[in-house]
């Protein structure tokens, strides 16, 4: 139970503090932008400790492209399939189906690379927790 106690704090972290990212910047934010936040701050926190030694840079190249592949996913399921218009690029550069564009991909290798540097630090506090313990 350890284990699923840290993940379920990591992707509820992930999620409120994206969905605040949302409403700070966007002024709002979709319930599906939630689960995305939670399930991208998770993967960035599973290929962060799956490759702990390697360079920050690649592991933030390795974030950017998972991220990339949940938004273009998250966008075709909310955005494509179920018409729910909670983004739309299409006037953006370089977009794919209005979905995904280079530059945010180049913001989510920042948010990677900012993450990065945070798991050092989080891991700390996760470790001296109780997870799992009454």
């Keep these: ?3 699923i106690e840290k993940y379920i704090f990591i992707f509820l972290f992930g999620g409120l503090g994206y969905g605040l990212l949302e409403i700070i910047f966007r002024g709002f934010t979709h319930w ?3 689960i995305t936040g939670g399930s991208a701050l998770l993967v960035l926190y599973l290929i962060n400790s799956a490759i702990p030694d390697t360079p920050i840079i ?7 492209f998972a991220i990339t592949i949940i938004e273009f996913t998250v966008g075709i399921i909310v955005n494509k399939v179920f018409s ?3 983004w739309d690029y299409t006037g953006s550069f370089g977009n794919v189906l209005g979905i995904i564009t280079p530059i ?7 948010i990677s690379l900012i993450a990065n540097i945070i798991f050092k630090n989080m891991q700390k506090i ?3 927790q109780k997870f799992g313990k009454p």
């Excluded at 690649?58 to 950017?64: M, R």
């Design 58 to 64: 690649l592991k933030a190249l390795i974030g950017a």
């Design 126 to 128: 996760i470790r001296t």
């Design 104 to 110: 945010f991909s180049l913001c989510w290798f920042g």
């Design 1 to 3: 139970m350890k284990n």
């Design 32 to 34: 599906s932008m939630i």
């Design 84 to 86: 729910f218009g909670v």
